[in-house]
Structures are given as structure tokens and as C-alpha cells.
């Protein structure tokens, strides 16, 4: 006789540095999953019906909780990430400053606003203004479980919605803290939290939820996909990404070395948009690399309070890691710093490639580690080439004096930094999103507010107008007059814009 055991109801969250237990949370079924959609339904119509005033008011009051245990928040994020408590922190301030941003831009960019007419409809006054969908389903990743999804929570909050938000079966303690200190500000669950594995997340996407904005792999984001195609329930997807930094001729080598060694190391190289190809200028390609070189060995990643690198929070992400690195010795590069020995049971150790073929696993697909690779280009056109050589198009950067808006402008990504790196990710009225393998959509700025809205045309007849054209009762004359009109107005086939 056999038996079947019944599916675990909780589960455990671990510190990736230890092991060690951090907190148990429910797996929420399918049911528990459609109840918190019902109940979001419910306090939507409240939350709508507020004025964007009352609005703000509410997310200032949350945003000051969140501020006053700032400290606590990176505490959970550092137990569940493994990440430093700087870099913690640091998320948790961006996060912070973008939810300020939405809610007291969302009346701006949101409000009914009238818009030209045109001469044809004259007699009509048009309008456009932006309203909420309703509820809005939020499946969070782990490697930025405060930033990343806050970018989707606070502007969909702020555009009038209500959320039930799914974060990472690694991180489930930060998405429960933001649900908590939400109801504890707000005093209604217009924010609910659900938690659980790769089920969960599926019954969110067919629970009848208004849209989902996912962040993750571009795999697990076209299973997303599948599963809201069902309802025609849209999306909005933040990828992978491969991004690449440009170093030109006359680049400030230190900056951008710095820029490099951060862009491709900092939280464990854990970053949708991290630095992980690196395309140099003939003429400075040594020194550059001698520069890079040379930081990339003052940093290592080790258990402790003073570590600047966290572990890898996914253990099998290792094996993606080494896999790639064994990959590019295999076929001929170098690792000028790290290797395959810089890939640990817990922790991975900076690690940069040369000489590595642009075909190769470490160049096109995304390791998510502290790895880079470095390649010597001719000039800044073949580095652009290169650069926008692979499916992915998140973020990237640029170094250049004389160059860099040129440059930027060529890269095909949602995204570009010049002379810095991710800094348009904190810059709270940038869109934030890419093209390709890394997704579609925008997060953040007007952009952000308006995913989670839909467009509302409205056209008010101000006076009879002198063509009756919407009626049975047309005339011959009438239509003899419009075409007069459609020649007089366009029939020379060019238009003078007017400034």
C-alpha cells in the first residue's frame, strides 16, 4: 500500500550565508491565493474612490513608517539575501525615494487633461486622463526584494490600484514586513502579501488579477506569460540582461574602472543589470585592464560583517556560474583575476576574463555572479556592435568625454548610464525597462505610473457642429463639403508643424 503525503504547508527561509533558518512562512494554495484577489477587489473600489490627495497622504504615512525602520527592513534583507547591511540599506533608501516620487507625482501625470481637437471635430472638446485597472498581481525576485518590486508596488498604489504581491520564496520575509507596516499605516489591506514556490505564482497570474508585472529569468517570465495568456491578462516583464560597459579613448580609466569592477561585483554580481561584458578602446585597453585588475584583487567575499560581497543567495545559480567561467578557459581565455577556484560552496570571488570568444556562455548568456569579461575593441563602433550583438537589452554604460550621449543613444537597451553605472535605476522619473530577452514595459517616471492605468478618451460636444456627419440624416451636400475639407487640409500631402 502506498501513501501520499500531503503538501507541505510552510516553509522555511535561510541565511545563504549559514544555512541557518531565518523565519517559516505558508505556502498559500490556490484558494488562499483567489481569497486575497477577492478581498484586494474589494478595498480597489475603496482605495479608487479616494481623491489623489487622500492618496498621497496614506503612502507619505507609510513611507514615514518605512523611513523610521529603515534599519529594521535591511536587517530582514540582510538575513534572507546574505547581501551587506550597506547594500541593504542603500536598496531600502531608493525604494523609499521612488515610492515618495509616485505618490506625489501620480496626480501630474495621471489627471484628466484636455488635448487638441482637431478642425474636423472642432465643435467637440477632447480629454484623456488615466485610470486604475483595479487589482494588480506583483511577483517579486530575491535579488532585490525591496527596490525591484517597490517599483511596481508604489506606482501601482500610487495610480489608484490595490496589490497582492508574491515575492521570492527566498525573500518572503521583506514582502510580509511590506504588507505589515502597509496595514499598520493604512489601516486597510489595500496592499496583501501571498507566499509559496512557483505554484503560488501561477495561481496569482490565473486568480483574475487585473495585470501582473513580473521581474525574474526571461525563462520563468515567458511561463508567466503562458499562464496570464489564458485570461488575456497583460503583463509587464523585467528580464535578464547582459549588459555591457563601454570604455572609449578618452574615458577617465579610474571612473570607469571603478565603475566596472562595482557594476559587476556589487551584490554578489547579483544584478538584472549588472556590468558583466566590458568593451575597451585599443588605445587604453592595457591600462584600463591593469586598473580593473588591480581592484578586482583588493576585493573578496568571505563570511563576515566587513565583507563587501554577500554569497549567492540561489544555490544552483554556482553552477551557472562555474559552468560559464569553465566555459570561456575552455576556449581560450584567460582569467586575469578569480577562476574556476573563485567559485565556493557559498561564496563566489571576483572574477575577471580576457580573450573570451563572443560566442561563448560567459559573453551571451547571464551569469549572475561576480564575473566579468573584458575585450579589446578597435573603436567605439565595433564595441556598439558587439554591445548589441545578443537578445538581451536591459541597462548598459558608457564611458566617454566627448562621446557618450552619441554612444548611448546606439546601444539597443531600455536603459543607459554615462560616465556612472545604474544610475538611471535611481533617478525616480527615468523609466526603468528593456527590450529583447530582457522584457518589456517600463517601471518608475510617468512611464511606471501609467502601466498600471489604462488610457480613458472622452470627447464633450460643445456646440451642434456644422457638418452632420454620425447621422442617418447626412446629406450629399454634407459629404461634398467634407471632401472639400480633407482637400483643403490635406491634400497637398505635406504638413507644417507648428512649434
Not at 31 to 41: G, L, M, N
Not at 118 to 128: F, I, K
Not at 334 to 361: K, N
Amino acid at each position: 500500500m502506498t501513501t501520499t503525503e500531503a503538501p507541505a504547508t510552510t516553509f522555511e527561509s535561510l541565511d545563504p550565508r549559514t544555512g541557518d533558518v531565518v523565519g517559516h512562512h505558508p505556502v498559500n494554495s490556490p484558494e488562499e491565493v483567489q481569497a486575497a484577489v477577492d478581498r484586494a477587489r474589494e478595498e480597489a473600489a475603496w482605495w479608487r474612490a479616494l481623491s489623489f490627495d487622500e492618496r498621497e497622504k496614506h503612502l507619505q504615512t507609510w513611507k514615514g513608517a518605512m523611513t523610521r525602520r529603515v534599519a529594521q527592513l535591511a536587517q530582514v534583507m540582510h538575513e534572507e539575501t546574505g547581501k551587506p547591511h550597506g547594500d541593504a540599506m542603500l536598496e531600502a533608501a531608493l525604494a523609499i525615494d521612488h515610492l515618495a516620487w509616485a505618490a506625489t507625482h501620480a496626480e501630474k501625470v495621471l489627471k484628466r487633461r484636455k488635448v487638441p481637437s482637431g478642425l474636423l471635430m472642432a465643435n467637440q472638446a477632447a480629454y484623456v486622463e488615466y485610470q486604475p485597472l483595479g487589482v494588480i498581481g506583483v511577483i517579486g525576485p530575491w535579488n532585490y526584494p525591496v527596490f525591484t518590486p517597490m517599483g511596481s508596488i508604489g506606482y501601482a498604489l500610487a495610480a489608484g490600484n490595490a496589490v497582492v504581491f508574491k515575492p521570492s520564496e527566498y525573500t518572503p520575509g521583506v514582502g510580509e514586513w511590506l504588507a505589515r507596516t502597509f496595514l499598520e499605516s493604512v489601516g486597510r489591506p489595500v496592499l496583501q502579501v501571498v507566499t509559496g514556490f512557483g505554484e503560488t505564482g501561477h495561481a496569482l497570474c490565473t486568480s483574475g488579477v487585473d495585470k501582473i508585472a513580473f521581474t525574474g529569468s526571461t525563462a520563468t517570465g515567458k511561463k508567466v506569460m503562458a499562464a496570464c495568456a489564458e485570461s488575456l491578462t497583460p503583463v509587464v516583464i523585467e528580464a535578464g540582461g547582459k549588459d555591457a560597459l563601454l570604455v572609449d579613448s578618452d574615458a577617465d580609466l579610474e571612473a570607469a574602472a571603478d565603475a566596472a569592477l562595482w557594476g559587476a561585483c556589487a551584490n554578489a554580481g547579483q544584478t538584472c543589470t549588472g556590468v558583466e561584458r566590458v568593451y575597451v578602446h585599443e588605445r587604453v585597453y592595457d591600462e584600463f585592464l591593469s586598473m580593473l585588475t588591480a581592484k578586482a584583487r583588493e576585493v573578496t567575499a568571505y563570511d563576515g560583517a566587513d565583507s563587501k560581497i554577500g554569497p549567492i543567495t540561489m544555490p544552483r545559480q554556482l553552477e551557472v556560474i562555474k559552468r560559464h567561467i569553465d566555459d570561456a578557459l575552455a576556449r581560450g581565455g584567460r582569467a586575469v583575476v578569480g577562476g574556476t577556484e573563485a567559485v565556493g560552496e557559498r561564496f563566489v570571488q571576483p572574477t575577471v576574463l580576457v580573450d573570451v570568444p563572443e560566442d561563448s556562455e560567459a559573453v551571451q548568456e547571464e551569469t549572475f555572479g561576480p564575473t566579468v569579461t573584458v575585450a579589446k575593441v578597435k573603436d567605439m563602433d565595433e564595441a556598439v556592435e558587439r554591445t548589441n550583438a545578443t537578445r538581451y537589452g536591459l541597462g548598459s554604460t558608457v564611458f566617454s568625454k566627448a562621446r557618450g550621449m552619441e554612444l548611448a543613444s546606439r546601444i539597443r537597451s531600455g536603459m543607459t548610464a554615462v560616465n556612472g553605472v545604474i544610475t538611471f535605476a535611481a533617478v525616480p522619473s527615468l523609466p526603468f525597462g528593456g527590450v529583447g530577452d530582457s522584457g518589456f514595459g517600463r517601471i518608475h517616471g510617468p512611464d511606471g505610473l501609467k502601466e498600471f492605468t489604462f488610457a480613458k478618451a472622452i470627447a464633450r460636444q460643445r456646440f451642434k457642429p456644422l457638418l452632420a456627419l454620425t447621422t442617418f440624416a447626412r446629406t450629399e451636400k454634407a459629404d461634398q463639403q467634407l471632401a472639400s475639407m480633407i482637400t483643403m487640409l490635406h491634400g497637398r500631402g505635406t504638413t507644417i508643424r507648428k512649434s
